[in-house]
């Protein structure tokens, strides 16, 4: 069988066109599209436990560990009063939270919000343990201090930035 020029030139074509296509394409023929994947976009976790939704729960505190501020909001999906009760370490607090309401922390001004004696340092995660209505579940919570300016007024005590420069440090040691 015989092929003219033109058709065997149209096939280098062809084939040479599928073959960089696999090649540029070749990786998403096999690998998971990260995109596709659902992640919580923020500080804090996402979880749900029971009729409770949990969004963007972190803790704020201090390196001096005195106490953290849990910063977020809870959602309540069932028509029906629900109360939540978190620890954390030796500290615990629990809020109400009503039928198809929602409880934000960061707008708290009791001491709801609060959780003395937070020991992990700003940048670790602690275990926290969530309790709605009898169902319970522990998850890893990170801890931030007021780095991220959005933090800053939830600091307990307040926030006190640390010197940026060790040269400050020095001269205002060797001015003593």
């Not at 015989?2 to 070749?26: E, F």
């Not at 939270?97 to 707008?107: A, C, R, Y």
């Not at 709801?112 to 579940?137: C, H, Q, Y």
């Amino acid at each position: 069988m015989n092929c003219a020029p033109k058709n065997r030139a149209q096939q280098a074509v062809a084939a040479g066109a599928v073959l960089l296509m696999l090649g540029v394409s070749g990786c998403s023929f096999t690998a998971d599209q990260s995109t596709a994947d659902p992640y919580a976009a923020s500080d804090g976790i996402v979880k749900d436990l029971g009729p409770v939704l949990l969004r963007n729960i972190l803790i704020v505190g201090r390196d001096d560990e005195t106490a953290g501020r849990l910063v977020g909001t809870v959602f309540n999906t069932s028509d029906d009063p629900v109360d939540l009760s978190i620890q954390a370490g030796g500290a615990a607090t629990s809020v109400t939270i009503e039928g198809q309401g929602q409880f934000t922390f960061e707008d708290e001004t009791t001491d709801d919000a609060t959780l003395e004696g937070i020991e992990d340092l700003p940048g670790s995660l602690v275990d926290v343990d969530f309790d709605v209505e009898g169902e319970e579940a522990t998850f890893e919570v990170p801890v931030l201090d007021g780095t991220l300016e959005e933090y800053r007024e939830f600091v307990p005590g307040g926030y006190t930035p640390r010197p940026s420069e060790p040269a400050a440090t020095e001269e205002a040691e060797e001015g003593e």
